[in-house]
């Protein structure tokens, strides 16, 4: 273990009592509308950040005033699956404690934004008596679990999410903090210290991440995340898992020792094993991951600094047995299908796009109100998708008619009609409320794309599927890093462009312009977009392309995703 003093955020949590702090005295403050530093640090494991409005911010600083703090909540949603009674629930949440919208966010759980201090336990009870919570949504333990979400595909997406269920159940904080302070739950009094079994007082270093995915879809995204499971098919039974280990996004400006990296397959489970597998993999990284500097504290620099061999060694030493070899799989995109389509079972499902995942009202389209009025009467579920798309879905023949009339009512049922580029869109939330964004992305990437779609209509791309991804910081919510087009906020209107990701989301991309102005962003695309249309193979994607023409070098991995940058057809 290294001799470094270690980070902050090591000593706030082994302070914290298992995660109370001083938060219920902090909520029952209302002379600010903020938490104490340390608090802030671990409100983010009961799901919640602090933000404030910074388009505000030049007129309250005028004026002296606090900022206009607020709180963002992440409802955890393992699957993202919701009932109709728990849309409504959510819906109502919005209206009520926070801004009016729903965000359905890139791991497939609801996000509120907006709520003011003294209305956080009241949005908490709330989503409660949904049968909902956000119990390590946010902070240094296992996140919310993504799996493809229609399980009425197949017999094997069903069995997907429900060890996607098994491995959330496992993986959640057993402390009594969250009820207590938010619930009203009774404390407990013992001479005995409260244990966490797996995650002991410090918890992970860092965020962790997983995904459940079901080839020949990687709509999960599997190479950006901590660890996943890739469903093994063989003579139509579910056999087992391969298992991914060591994917992440985050990087820091200026920082060549943190990068995006893809995550590598290291061997094969049995569905009986997987909730082990996942339990010691999270127990290797509590154990070795770096708690000195929180840049350098996710599972992929764990693997990158002694090897995926000995990670590999490690999980089987925790196991008490080996991983058996890694079996064929293959990944052809990571979009999603929209439109209706009809299970085995006769029922149908409806993927609509949702532009930046926002659910809301506007004008000229009522959206946010069509799908309450939806879920009213809906017989089937919610499904979020890692894309910030929702699919209606498990809805009976009978009811179909009945959905269909809202969705014309309301002007969603076209919402689906757009360029591919559009549909393969991604932006994280950044301004105004994310702390940590350099540039717009939520509220700029439609503008991109609106005058994007003009050169992809001149070339006859409109109907290519190209994957385009926006973030306001290099944090990469949104995974820009593995879009074949990206774009990460460095300025106010400035962004670094990315190139060459794999369609598939099985390659990273390349710094192809810098600090690049988000108004010229149409100019310089247009010409390869041209090039593209003119030159390009049977089948070839936009990201393989941009490769093969030079415009960027192929990153392999991580390490080298700092290198190589300049080349230029």
Known sequence: MSDKKLSANEGIKTRSNYLRGTIAEGIADLSTGSLSEDDQQLLKFHGSYQQDDRDLRPNRRKHRLEKAYSFMIRIRLPGGVATPAQWLATDDMAEHYANGTIKLTTRQAFQLHGIIKSNLKRTIQAMDKAAMDSI?????????????????????????????????????????????????????????????????KTYLPRKFKITFAVPPSNDVDIYANDLSFIAIVENDKLVGYNVAVGGGMGMTHGNEETFPRLADVIGFCTPDQVVDVAEKVVLVQ?????????????????????????????????????????????????????????????????????????????????????????????DGDFRLTANQNLIIANISPANRPAIEKLLE??????????????????ACVALPTCGLSLAEAERYLPDVITQLEESLEENGLRHDAITIRMTGCPNGCARPYIAEIGFVGRSPGKYNVYLGGGHAGQRLS????????????????????????????????????????????????????????????
């Open 409 to 426: 009512q309301y002007g969603i049922k076209d919402s689906h009609l757009k360029s591919a580029l559009r549909l393969n869109s991604l």
């Open 286 to 378: 509590r154990d070795y991951g770096d708690r000195t500097d929180r840049k350098h504290s996710r599972l992929k620099y764990t693997i990158q600094t002694h090897g995926v061999e000995w990670f590999k060694a490690q999980v089987d030493k925790y196991l008490g047995y080996h991983l058996a070899p890694a079996r064929s799989f293959v990944f052809e995109d990571n979009g999603d299908r929209y439109g209706w389509v009809e299970d085995a079972n006769g029922n149908f499902h409806l993927t609509l796009y949702i532009s930046g995942g926002r659910v809301l009202d506007t004008p000229a389209y009522p959206m946010r109100t069509g799908l309450r009025e939806i879920a009213k009467i809906h």
């Open 136 to 200: 390590a949504a946010c902070g240094d333990v296992n996140r919310n679990v993504m799996v493809n979400p229609n399980p009425y595909l197949s017999f094997v997406h069903a069995e997907a999410l429900k060890k996607a269920h098994e491995v959330s159940n496992h993986l959640t904080p057993k402390t009594r903090a969250y009820h207590e302070i938010w619930l009203d739950g009774e404390k407990v009094q013992s001479t005995e210290e409260e244990i966490e079994p797996i995650y002991g």
């Open 510 to 569: 390349k710094l192809y312009r810098p600090e690049f102005p988000g108004t010229e962003i149409p100019q310089l695309l247009a010409p390869i977009f041209k090039h593209y249309a003119q030159e390009r193979l049977e089948g070839e994607r936009f990201g393989d392309f941009v490769i093969r023409a030079g415009y960027v070098a192929e990153t392999k991995q991580g390490a080298d995703f700092h290198a190589n940058i300049g080349v230029t057809a």
